[in-house]
């Protein structure tokens, strides 16, 4: 029952609640302040931070942890406990800030037989999936992707066409909670296909951003795996913990009437 928090950084995390466990990532190369568990002890990929971005946190996840449910959160992204970003900034306006749900009402969502709960999904653009990716990012290592699936697993060609280029939203940033056999089956299906497109593309002339692309894949493909599988999903609200003050959740509530 741990929620990992992916960190490449010291952060304040005292007040996090019972059972987020704070995951340093790129453990190689960045300084452990407070003496976090690290992505590059065990089977791990932590060399590979620079690209895969928090996936070094989640292959350490598959590889080592022993948590009967487990998730994936960031130093500054959880999920709240609501289902609507109207709830959340209304309770922030009245309470000044907003809090990462519980574990416990996370684990009591899956003994309900919820089997994944992840992000409410986002507009990341304009346009299909694919056609945001192609203005963001470089298109052909997702055309790459796509063949590498095809080969791998062809019965979700259909899945990811339906999620890339039918569908304009997307549950981003990697994050969900769910059992860990659960987990298991994705990072092996998740990790195969992009190990494999690694083998395929060249990011040395990118830039530094362009470069975290195994990172964007995996936010996109955990919505084709979810496509497929049709497990029973509950969709929580995230939060940048940044940027969701009083002032913050005044404006965003504007915004959104």
Not at 35 to 63: A, H, P, Q, R
Not at 80 to 106: D, I, Q
Not at 168 to 181: D, L, P
Request: hydrophobic content about 35%; proline content about 3%.
């Amino acid at each position: 029952m741990t929620f990992y928090v992916i960190t490449h950084k010291h952060f304040e995390y005292k007040n996090l609640p019972i059972g987020y466990v704070p995951l340093l990532v790129g453990a190689n190369k960045n300084k452990n302040p407070d003496n976090f568990i690290t992505d590059n002890v065990g089977d791990n990929i932590s060399d590979k931070n620079f690209s895969f971005c928090e996936l070094t946190g989640l292959y350490w996840m598959w590889k080592n942890a022993k948590d009967e449910t487990i998730g994936l959160a960031h130093y500054r992204r959880y999920f709240s406990k609501y289902t609507t970003s109207k709830n959340l900034y209304l309770t922030t306006l009245m309470k000044g800030h907003a809090n990462p749900v519980s574990v416990e009402r996370l684990d009591k969502l899956l003994s309900n037989n919820v089997d994944w709960i992840v992000a409410t999904p986002q507009v990341g653009g304009e346009g299909s999936l694919w056609q945001q990716f192609n203005h963001f990012h470089h298109i052909k290592d997702l055309e790459i992707t796509r063949s590498t699936i095809e080969k791998l697993f062809p019965n979700y060609i259909a899945s990811f066409d339906k999620i890339m280029k039918h569908n304009s939203q997307a549950s981003f940033y990697n994050m969900f909670y769910t059992r860990k056999e659960e987990m298991d089956k994705y990072c092996e299906w998740l990790f195969k296909i992009l190990f494999m497109v690694e083998k395929q593309v060249d990011i040395s002339s990118y830039d530094q951003y362009q470069q975290r692309l195994f990172g964007f894949l995996g936010e996109r493909l955990l919505n084709v795996w979810l496509e497929h599988r049709q497990p029973k999903m509950k969709k929580l609200v995230e939060y940048n913990s940044d940027s969701m003050t009083r002032i913050d959740a005044a404006r965003l509530l504007k915004h959104s009437i």
